[in-house]
């Protein structure tokens, strides 16, 4: 029922700037906790962002300061502007979102930063 499309991705040198969207479509709930996930090529999936319930973001280390979530209630969609990119920033990034306790995922949308 749920679904989640990721977009924005691409390749970008270091020190510039994506934009990702998530747009979500059915049952949705302010509430549900939404967030963003990385996951490079032999690596473990990692969390990237996340916005709680009382609307409060949460970042990794690795990413704060430079990327900033958001989203977008009325529209159910979820952003993440990314910042002064690195090359350790290339991955796949997931949107999802905790509904009910279950886990559901985007299709993931490549980002490539370039040294």
């Known amino acids: 029922q749920v679904q989640l499309v990721e977009s924005g991705g691409g390749l970008v040198q270091a020190g510039g700037s994506l934009r990702l969207s998530c747009a979500a479509s059915?049952?949705?709930?302010?509430?549900?906790?939404m967030g963003w996930y990385r996951q490079a090529p032999g690596k473990q999936r990692e969390l990237v962002a996340t916005?709680?319930?009382?609307?409060?973001?949460v970042y990794a280390d690795s990413v704060k300061g430079r990327f900033t979530a958001s989203r977008d209630y009325a529209k159910d969609t979820l952003y993440l502007q990314m910042n002064s990119l690195k090359p350790e920033d290339t991955a796949v990034y997931y949107c999802?979102?905790?509904?009910?306790?279950?886990?559901?995922w985007g299709q993931g949308t490549q980002v490539t930063v370039s040294s």
């Open positions: 916005i709680n319930s009382a609307r409060s973001t």
């Open positions: 059915g049952s949705i709930f302010n509430f549900n906790i």
């Open positions: 999802n979102i905790n509904r009910f306790g279950v886990v559901i």
